[in-house]
């Protein structure tokens, strides 16, 4: 008999794991109270350039090949732009080539010759910079809807605006979830709310510590073809979409930002972010389209939670779910459907959520 899973959240992460689990039999319900996600602020860089440690490099890489094989099963708004990387620059850029190199990430070290004919409409091109081919940029809302739309194409159900208040259990094991329309049953529950999942797992006394970690994404108006890459520079990161947007997040250093509380109004931080880029596309008329708000889920020591946590109930949170979802899905169907096996637990025994005890009372 097919698995009937609930899946609380409709991120990518949630949007993901459904297509997976429904296109191998499962019969998945996807459960979202339609408020905003962190995937709707997304800057929308997959890459492995960015790690905490060399496991968790493993993964990022993996989640990169990852995506590559979910593309060839379903038509993604994914391109291969692959990332230009100069916000160090000397020894610390050399040593970032050197560990990278190592670890076997495909990269290359070219001059500013090569740059100015990769990017000529970048300003103040770099003596030296990173160049990571094999990385991309995603439409995280399209693909979202994309992969939910599959999901839903082959089965599953998607509820919209319903508020998932707490989790059912009978007997020590979970059984569903209720809702203000009343009880939802399933042999299993993923729980991939985002910022979402702390409240919710705290109720079933599953300690899911997340920290406050806001971030502003500006839009520009749509612009003539400026950027072939993701750049990543000491300005800070942008893309173009294809409509012709650039997006480019406020804080520099994105990626690594920890600041836990955004100092600056909406306008004020827009227009200083408007003002960095227009330093990087000098002449470019360019206006402020937008300046979108996403709160990161991002786990207390940096790291994904993913795992099981009692008979029934599983839980999967983490920054960053653009690079991560597709191998996520992968694994996270596989253990749902068949437990852990020797290849799930050798890729998420790091991140496991019985690592956080539970706070004393």
Same mark, same amino acid.
């Given at each position: ?24 039999? =499962? ?54 732009? !692959? ?6 620059? !000397? ?21 500013? &010759? ?100 806001? =971030? ?26 294809? &409509? ?66 009692? !008979? ?20 996270? =169907? ?28």
């Amino acid at each position: 008999m097919a698995q009937n899973v609930i899946i609380v959240g409709a991120g990518i992460i949630g949007a993901a794991v459904a297509y997976r689990l429904q296109s191998q039999g =499962a019969q998945v319900t996807v459960v979202h109270d339609g408020r905003a996600r962190a995937t709707d602020a997304s800057f929308g860089w997959i890459n492995a350039s960015f790690f905490l440690d060399h496991a968790h490099f493993r993964l990022r890489h993996e989640g990169i090949a990852a995506w590559q094989r979910l593309m060839r099963a379903v038509a993604l708004p994914i391109r291969q732009t !692959g990332c230009l990387c100069w916000e160090q620059q !000397g020894a610390a850029l050399q040593a970032q080539a050197q560990e990278l190199g190592d670890l076997g990430y495909p990269l290359e070290i070219i001059d500013r &010759n090569q740059f100015q004919a990769l990017e000529p409409h970048v300003a103040n091109a770099p003596e030296q910079c990173l160049y990571f081919p094999d990385e991309m940029a995603i439409d995280s809302v399209a693909v979202t809807q994309v992969l939910l739309d599959a999901a839903v194409a082959e089965g599953a159900k998607e509820l919209s605006g319903l508020e998932v208040q707490e989790i059912l259990r009978d007997g020590g094991r979970v059984t569903g979830v209720q809702t203000p329309l009343g009880p939802l049953v399933a042999d299993q529950v993923l729980v991939a709310a985002g910022t979402g999942t702390q409240a919710l797992m705290h109720k079933v006394g599953v300690h899911v510590p997340l920290v406050e970690r806001p =971030a502003l994404v500006l839009t520009t108006n749509p612009l003539p073809k400026l950027v072939d890459h993701v750049l990543v520079s000491e300005l800070g990161e942008v893309t173009q979409c294809e &409509n012709g947007d650039l997006i480019h997040p406020v804080a520099v250093g994105h990626q690594s930002d920890a600041a836990e509380r955004i100092d600056l109004a909406p306008d004020e931080a827009g227009d200083a972010a408007l003002l960095r880029l227009k330093a990087m596309f000098p002449g470019v008329a360019m206006s402020r389209a937008g300046v979108q708000l996403a709160h990161r889920p991002v786990p207390e020591d940096g790291m994904p939670v993913v795992g099981g946590v009692e !008979g029934g109930l599983y839980v999967a949170v983490m920054h960053s779910g653009i690079t991560l979802a597709a191998i996520m899905a992968e694994l996270i =169907a596989d253990e749902l459907q068949q437990g852990v096996s020797n290849q799930s637990g050798g890729w998420l025994g790091p991140y496991r959520p019985e690592r956080f005890a539970a706070p004393q009372t």
